[in-house]
């Protein structure tokens, strides 16, 4: 496993602890703020791995299972599978009602780097997922378009998401583990992405 410690990628603009600039280039409205959010919420996720090694991302600070490089790798699959969710429909989830143990492994290894798997790599799978979401986001006809959800035990039956809620979802998802990632990372260091 790579020691190299990464430098996480930031604007000129944008000094640690604040909010990126919220520029949308050609777009505004509901469409731009929810992108800049989106973006603003994934530099806070990406800052807590600021100046790490990867044993330093694979590392447990707390009673938790979670680790920062985990978690980044994490919400680089809830953020594909959504995304294709608003392109696709409900043929782009799992079918949640015929996960086998084998799938269940699967999904808990989303939340630690496996042998072979580096922080560069899993930050690099986040930017490129990223970048795609923006794309599509932007070059979306209709944020009212809808698609409904598959049955699962979390899912109210025969609910719907619009392309809207669904990208709030990815933001409340992303935002969530960035708050996780910034306990673990001031456990481990004592360094902080806000304040």
């Not at 990126?20 to 530099?43: K, M």
């Amino acid at each position: 496993m790579s020691t190299e410690t990464v430098k996480t990628a930031q604007t000129a603009q944008t000094a640690d602890g604040q909010y990126p600039a919220a520029d949308v280039e050609g777009l505004s409205g509901e469409r731009a703020d929810l992108i800049a959010e989106l973006r603003a919420i994934r530099h806070f996720l990406r800052l807590t791995a600021r100046d790490l090694d990867d044993e330093q991302a694979s590392r447990r600070t707390t009673v938790s299972e979670l680790t920062i490089g985990g978690l980044i790798k994490h919400v680089t699959s809830v953020e594909r599978t959504w995304a294709a969710f608003i392109a696709l429909g409900t043929s782009a989830l799992p079918d949640f009602d015929a996960m086998t143990e084998a799938d269940y492994r699967a999904r808990a290894d989303e939340f630690r780097l496996l042998p072979g798997e580096t922080l560069l790599g899993v930050l690099t799978a986040y930017e490129a997922v990223a970048r795609g979401t923006d794309e599509l986001l932007a070059g979306l006809d209709d944020l009212d378009v809808s698609h409904p959800l598959p049955s699962a035990p979390w899912f109210t039956p025969g609910a719907s998401w619009s392309a809207r809620r669904t990208v709030l979802h990815i933001i409340a998802e992303t935002a969530q583990h960035a708050g996780h990632a910034d306990i673990i990372r001031e456990a481990l260091d004592g360094q902080k992405s806000m304040g």
